[in-house]
């Protein structure tokens, strides 16, 4: 099994761009979730899905979309990308229904200019 | 909502010491408790769990134990080696139905020093 894949590594955008970033996992889990990592604020919840067809918002879900059409992929939209949304985007997944034991992504790095 | 604290934000341990992280977290209801160590450029990866249905648990070098009482949880690591510096990150889950969702701390900057 490859896990939870992401795609891409690093992006640049201005400000104002859009774009998607890619989320993939193999193992069938149900439950997916996007966090943003910036330095001395942890990890924090932007979205997250407990299955296909079902999203909701987590923490910080201002400026970005989700969608999930089928049980592998979870992509995350950034609608008009700010200075504000540069950080590292992990995504997850989970065996469980309520997002227990999430195994993460590589990680994308984003900067905003 | 569920807040987690934790410190201390870095910490600096000789080789062969142990080291300590404490997590405090406020939602009584929370029932599950994540460790996850991210060394530099890595992902998280969880490397111990515990649920609140238990006070301690152990695995070789690393133990985790839960105060449910005064809502704390704390993470150890014994005989420290090179390969243990890392940022570490504690979690506290909460099972409020329509809102289940891991919540993390700040993280701890552990290096050991050789």
């Known amino acids: 099994n490859a896990g939870v894949t992401q795609t891409p590594k690093f992006q640049v955008l201005k400000t104002g761009q859009s774009m998607t970033l890619q989320c993939a996992q193999d193992?069938?889990?149900?439950?997916m979730s996007w966090y943003r990592q910036d330095p001395g604020m942890g990890l924090r919840l932007i979205h997250y899905?407990?299955?296909?067809?079902?999203?909701d918002q987590g923490e910080v879900p201002n400026g970005y979309n989700v969608s999930r059409s089928t049980t592998e992929d979870f992509p995350l939209r950034l609608l008009s990308a700010a200075p504000s949304q540069t950080s590292v985007y992990f995504c997850?997944?989970?065996?469980?229904?309520?997002?227990?034991?999430?195994?993460f992504g590589p990680g994308t790095r984003l900067t905003v200019t | 909502g569920e807040n987690v604290e934790q410190h201390p934000s870095t910490l600096s341990v000789q080789e062969g010491d142990s080291a300590v992280i404490k997590c405090t977290y406020s939602?009584?209801?929370?029932?599950?408790f994540p460790w996850y160590k991210q060394e530099l450029g890595k992902r998280p990866q969880l490397i111990i769990d515990?649920?609140?249905?238990?006070g301690e648990k152990k695995d070789q070098r690393i133990a985790v134990t839960l105060n449910k009482t005064a809502k704390h949880f704390s993470l150890h690591i014994t005989e420290t080696q090179p390969e243990d510096s890392a940022v570490y990150f504690c979690?506290?889950?909460?099972?409020?139905?329509?809102?289940?969702?891991?919540?993390f701390g700040t993280g701890t900057r552990l290096t050991i020093i050789p």
């Open positions: 997850a997944s989970s065996p469980t229904a309520g997002g227990l034991e999430q195994y």
């Open positions: 193992m069938n889990h149900e439950y």
């Open positions: 899905s407990v299955g296909a067809g079902i999203t």
């Open positions: 939602d009584s209801a929370s029932n599950y």
């Open positions: 515990i649920r609140s249905n238990v």
């Open positions: 979690a506290a889950f909460s099972p409020n139905f329509g809102n289940e969702k891991l919540t």
